[in-house]
């Protein structure tokens, strides 16, 4: 994760005009961005098909399960036992003819993957195989909206919490540059090669295993309290180890990070001279080194996050918490297809809606976006 | 060479790159000697042994050095058996009936009690079995006898399984019985000098009767065992190739692929430039996770096609920016003008003149995506897209986790292999960060 220096996603920019007003800028930025989105997902969505149709492998699991749900419906039905075996196996393979016509496989891939694009987009998941939702629903969606906000909130609030906590740990140390403080986090910033989940073992077996202070896994106690004050406080004591398994991944490499490009622009000319002016040191460190960083430190944050989207499976796994990526997982063990497809499909969406408000807020903090200027940065 | 050695000589500079490289050596040694002294059948066929190449050792047992912490020692596995020359065993063939007595002495030191005993027999014979009687011998010189039978060509005799010896020791379970006190009846095994007695009969002329003893015991090797008796260390040497191959593999192949697009895309520009750059977007979006998973339960989870898929969904990764940015600035410089004057064409620009100019930029990349992917072959592994085969540390951890090690205490069969990976990752990350503190020169004065 050294993508320190990376260029942040700057579309084209049109050209100059004195009249438009900083808001009308970003509202325009925005609607390039969310046009260029919607085909970003669109065409991610569709590759996504692709790789699920493998090959036409899924379409023969598929063909196989029509062919035996078949079988075994005309061999248990007592008015078919006086027919011939040639008269049976007729009525068998008509009624899988007519099966894979209701489901569409007797089309070419290329024309489905477009019915199944479609539905991808209308969120139109279909039933799950083994899975149900808690009230019984089979629907995949109906799964995936159930789950969706207990991942929300795991990674919403710990991301949340972690990206202004070491933004003002990092201003804050690049004041005692040199010090034992900042060369532990130096030291310690290689700990992010080691993901969130692998810190989540060792967690678990300190506090829940060896010193059985904090639970092994799940979002809230069994059963769960009736109050809601008691329901909140289970849930904290649950977020407890995810949220730190995550801060150990992140914290010194993030702080590192942003530390590095606060020593950057502080020594800057404008800065010097702000200082000499006779500012507040709260001054100089909001305005003249907070200001121009935010950019590049969202860029960074952003893909830390979409770094931890994408290893939700396994981290929700080691917890056991209810979300999206352990259904995912479960779905796998069980070889539920749409619940596969459904979760990759929401997966893609998460990650999009991610990149969109990160560019959102990217675009109301670069000047450059709201003075329309070309430069770029490199 | 000299560029070579300048560049040791900087990163000697740095004490956590020393120690990575230390530790990175000593895991390339360690996985030279695994691949020579255990070889890949080997290895296999033992990993997915069954009882008969593990009968003699525990389940879940620790490993040997948490002895070293404790001050009452938890015992040992051991065994003994007659027909290796352990022990001594007579013969006495008279009257048509050959008298085998066979004695197993042995020392038990530790206040603990062994998991279980059992006793192997094997005997030779054409038409009647071998009876034996069997006794054991207390450090008190008490006898407790234990049973008498008839022994076919093969046959386990299980102390634990003997109810009736259990209700001859006071309703104590046998293995445990037998070495305590049962006079005070005190949950403590008596230390001293025991010795299994079997007295045998054969009815024939070469019919003869051997023992093995095997007491297992609550510790067995440097690494343990886990739950269907396996010694953990196979698993644990043979995950440092596979680890290091997958990760180096996997790295090289990325930053490589990746590097060589960015190159062409920049050189090219236009429209070229312009889909690469739609196709790192399109690559953002795309659950990196969820697409293995996917892969792994529809169509194959060996290691190669993952390494495929995985190099595959990382080509048009964030690296390719970074790349792009450099290749921008190279691409003005006057030497690519000059070969561009003499003629040189596009492809031999780009290999030659451009890519060999990033190289240095390319190392730390390159070092520091080694244990995202070491940790991403574990991660597969413990979702369980690992591969069938192989044992790895990712496995040791799935299957810890999976059989209630951390609930009931066994530590050491999750943290072993956490602890590898983690000094595993640690080290190519240390190496990385130094390096990228070197060849980046805005982070070398900060």
Redesign the interface.
């Known amino acids: 994760?050294?993508?320190s220096?990376?260029?942040s996603?700057l579309p084209v920019v049109t050209p100059k005009k004195e009249h438009d007003s900083a808001l009308l800028r970003v509202a325009k930025y925005m609607a390039v961005r969310l046009v260029?989105m919607v085909f970003?997902?669109i065409?991610?969505l569709y590759?996504?098909i692709l790789?699920?149709n493998?090959g036409g492998?899924?379409d023969q699991?598929r063909r196989g399960e029509i062919r035996d749900f078949v079988q075994q419906q005309v061999r248990n039905d007592p008015g078919m036992k006086n027919l011939s075996a040639t008269q049976r196996s007729k009525i068998i393979e008509d009624r899988i003819v007519n099966a894979e016509k209701r489901l569409g496989l007797d089309r070419p891939f290329a024309i489905r993957s477009f019915a199944f694009l479609r539905n991808a987009v209308t969120l139109n998941l279909g039933f799950a195989e083994f899975i149900t939702a808690d009230n019984g629903s089979r629907m995949v969606k109906n799964i995936v909206l159930e789950r969706l906000p207990s991942t929300l909130m795991l990674f919403g609030m710990t991301n949340i919490l972690l990206f202004f906590g070491t933004l003002f740990a990092a201003l804050s140390l690049s004041r005692s540059?040199g010090s034992w403080l900042d060369r532990l986090i130096i030291?310690l910033?290689?700990?992010?090669?080691?993901?969130g989940?692998?810190y989540g073992?060792?967690l678990?077996?300190i506090f829940?295993?060896?010193l059985h202070v904090l639970p092994?896994g799940g979002m809230v106690d069994v059963p769960p309290p009736d109050n809601r004050v008691d329901y909140a406080l289970s849930m904290l004591k649950h977020l407890t180890l995810p949220a730190l398994a995550l801060a150990l991944n992140q914290v010194a490499f993030a702080i590192y990070n942003n530390r590095?490009f606060f020593?950057?622009y502080s020594s800057e000319d404008y800065v010097e001279m702000a200082k000499a002016k006779g500012l507040t040191s709260r001054d100089v460190e909001r305005k003249y080194i907070l200001r121009p960083t935010l950019p590049t430190n969202i860029t960074n944050f952003a893909?830390l996050l979409?770094g931890i989207?994408?290893?939700?499976?396994?981290f929700e796994?080691?917890f056991n918490w209810p979300g999206l990526g352990r259904t995912?997982?479960v779905a796998?063990?069980l070889?539920d297809?749409p619940v596969?497809?459904g979760?990759?499909v929401i997966?893609?969406y998460l990650?999009?809606i991610t990149?969109f408000l990160l560019d959102f807020v990217y675009a109301l903090v670069d000047p450059r976006v709201k003075i329309g200027s070309e430069s770029r940065s490199? | 060479m000299n560029a070579l050695r300048k560049f040791f000589a900087e990163i000697s500079q740095y004490p956590s790159a020393v120690v990575g490289l230390i530790l990175i050596l000593g895991l390339v040694a360690f996985s030279i000697y695994t691949v020579v002294t255990l070889p890949y059948e080997e290895a296999i066929s033992l990993w997915r042994g069954d009882e008969n190449v593990w009968y003699k050792t525990p389940k879940t047992a620790q490993p040997k050095w948490i002895n070293w912490f404790r001050q009452d020692d938890v015992p040992e596995t051991f065994w003994l058996n007659t027909a290796e020359g352990q022990g001594t065993k007579t013969e006495e063939f008279s009257n048509g009936t050959n008298k085998i007595f066979i004695s197993l002495p042995f020392e038990y030191n530790s206040p603990y009690f062994p998991q279980e005993v059992t006793i192997y027999f094997t005997s030779q014979f054409t038409d009647k079995e071998p009876f034996v009687d069997v006794k054991v011998i207390t450090p008190t010189g008490e006898e407790i006898r234990i049973d008498s039978f008839a022994v076919g060509h093969k046959h386990t005799y299980r102390f634990s399984q003997d109810q009736k010896l259990q209700r001859r020791l006071k309703g104590n379970r046998p293995e445990q019985g037998i070495f305590m006190d049962l006079e005070t009846e005190q949950l403590q095994a008596v230390p001293g000098t025991y010795e299994l007695q079997i007295e045998g009969v054969a009815f024939e002329e070469n019919s003869t009767v051997d023992a093995e003893l095997v007491v297992y015991g609550e510790v067995y090797g440097w690494a343990g065992t886990d739950h269907r008796r396996r010694d953990i260390t196979i698993a644990l040497m043979w995950g440092a190739p596979v680890a290091l191959a997958f990760g180096l593999l996997a790295a090289l192949g990325t930053t490589v692929t990746t590097m060589i697009i960015a190159a062409a895309g920049t050189w090219y520009g236009g429209w070229v430039d312009e889909v690469i750059q739609r196709i790192t977007e399109v690559n953002l979006i795309l659950p990196f996770l969820s697409i293995l998973i996917m892969i792994g339960t529809f169509y194959s989870k060996s290691l190669s096609v993952m390494l495929v898929a995985v190099i595959a969904l990382s080509i048009f990764g964030g690296g390719i920016k970074i790349f792009r940015a450099n290749f921008l600035q190279i691409k003005e410089s006057p030497y690519v003008e000059a070969a561009r004057a003499y003629g040189a064409s596009d492809i031999r620009i780009i290999m030659r003149y451009l890519v060999p100019r990033i190289i240095p930029l390319l190392l730390p990349q390159l070092v520091i995506l080694v244990p995202t992917y070491v940790f991403l072959e574990a991660s597969l592994t413990i979702i369980g897209l690992g591969d069938p085969v192989l044992p790895t540390w990712g496995k040791l951890i799935r299957e810890g986790i999976g059989n209630g090690a951390l609930l009931q205490g066994q530590f050491y069969w999750v943290l072993q292999p956490a602890v590898i990976l983690l000094i595993t990752g640690l080290s190519f990350a240390m190496v990385g960060f130094s390096m990228d503190r070197i060849i980046n020169p805005k982070l070398r004065s900060v």
């Open positions: 994760m050294a993508e220096t990376l260029e996603p260029t970003t997902v065409l991610g590759l996504t790789i699920a493998m492998y899924v699991i540059y030291a910033s290689p700990m992010s090669a080691a993901p989940w692998f073992i060792f678990i077996v829940a295993a060896y092994f590095t020593l950057i893909f979409i989207w994408g290893g939700a499976p396994i796994g080691v995912q997982l796998a063990g070889f297809t596969i497809v979760t990759t997966f893609a990650l999009a990149v490199s």
